[in-house]
């Protein structure tokens, strides 16, 4: 099956002088300049009826047409996966993900996705790169993901993503007490040796991570982060980079650590706390047909409250 676009528009008079490729995203403005960029290349979106290059300049008054045949995604398997929606309209869905569930498949990870679910549910999203998924939550990190119904409204959540209005914030749980608040601005790229990490490296992508103590206790800390950027593992790289990586995190964290003047509930807490305590707990964006600031809260999981409970009664001396 597949999805085809045909739309026409004609070149304003303003935009004379103008690359075909930047004049494209004026006129078509569903659709991100890299596609538009794309369909170009292809010969698919014609000036006048005549192929173009995305550097040609226009004098205005010329006549766009686009007409693409999108394939549906088929290289992965429709899966009836249980979802957590707490939103949907017809442009939007924002899922409550849970710890242990894949977002995208990959190497070793190619059913059983959330991908895999939207699918199932959702077999429109076939038509949308990616299913609609326009960012991505680590496996074991729990929270807040907006996906787009539309291919518009996936261009739309792409944009926001590239120009940071799409806040999203979380909250973390770190080995060692922290002082005060701040900001970690510092390239995140592959890990020089160890392929399955990212670490702080020269020549990395620039990557900022706000924090701010929510509460101190003995041997840890309950912080609220928020992302300028969205790098793999940002909050995870970054926390471990200023020496206070996140509880249950064995990729960044090391061997588990038990601090001293521990209850014995605390520290069997901490050893079957199986994965990083990370949740995106905040989503805010612009809608994208309606253009007004939406906001979501997922409440934190059982097992993450369940380590805060502990780490209080620890302090509390219980």
């Known amino acids: 099956m597949a999805e085809i676009i045909k739309q026409i528009s004609r070149v304003p008079e303003a935009l004379a002088g103008f690359r075909l490729d930047h004049i494209a995203v004026k006129c078509f403005p569903d659709y991100s300049r890299s596609k538009l960029q794309t369909w170009i290349k292809q010969g698919v979106l014609q000036v006048d009826g005549q192929v173009y290059k995305n550097k040609d300049k226009l004098f205005g008054g010329e006549t766009l047409s686009l007409n693409v045949e999108i394939e549906h995604e088929d290289r992965w398997e429709a899966e009836n996966i249980s979802l957590h929606v707490i939103y949907e309209d017809e442009h939007i869905l924002v899922i409550n993900k849970p710890a242990g569930l894949v977002v995208h498949?990959?190497?070793?990870?190619?059913?059983?996705?959330?991908?895999?679910?939207?699918?199932?549910?959702?077999p429109e999203l076939a038509s949308v790169p990616r299913a609609g998924i326009v960012h991505r939550l680590d496996k074991n990190t729990t929270g807040l993901m907006v996906v787009a119904k539309t291919l518009s409204a996936h261009s739309h959540l792409a944009a926001q993503l590239q120009q940071r209005t799409i806040s999203r914030d979380y909250e973390?749980?770190?080995?060692?007490?922290?002082?005060?608040?701040?900001?970690?601005?510092q390239p995140i790229g592959r890990h020089p040796t160890h392929r399955l990490k990212m670490a702080v490296v020269e020549g990395g992508k620039p990557s900022i991570t706000h924090y701010i103590v929510h509460t101190r206790y003995r041997s840890h800390t309950h912080i609220q982060v928020s992302l300028e950027t969205g790098r793999t593992h940002q909050i995870r790289v970054h926390m471990a980079y200023i020496r206070y990586p996140l509880i249950g995190d064995t990729l960044?964290?090391?061997?588990?650590?038990?601090?001293?003047?521990?209850?014995?509930?605390?520290?069997?807490?901490?050893?079957?706390?199986?994965?990083?305590?990370?949740?995106?707990?905040?989503?805010g964006l612009i809608h994208p047909t309606m253009n007004s600031m939406m906001t979501w809260e997922a409440p934190r999981p059982e097992d993450f409250q369940q380590l805060l409970q502990a780490l209080q009664d620890n302090q509390d001396g219980k």
């Open 252 to 283: 960044y964290a090391g061997r588990l650590q038990i601090p001293k003047a521990c209850s014995d509930s605390l520290a069997k807490e901490l050893q079957y706390f199986n994965r990083q305590a990370l949740h995106a707990c905040r989503l």
């Open 105 to 122: 498949p990959a190497a070793g990870n190619y059913s059983g996705t959330l991908l895999n679910g939207l699918l199932y549910h959702y």
């Open 172 to 185: 973390a749980v770190t080995q060692g007490v922290i002082t005060s608040g701040g900001t970690i601005n």
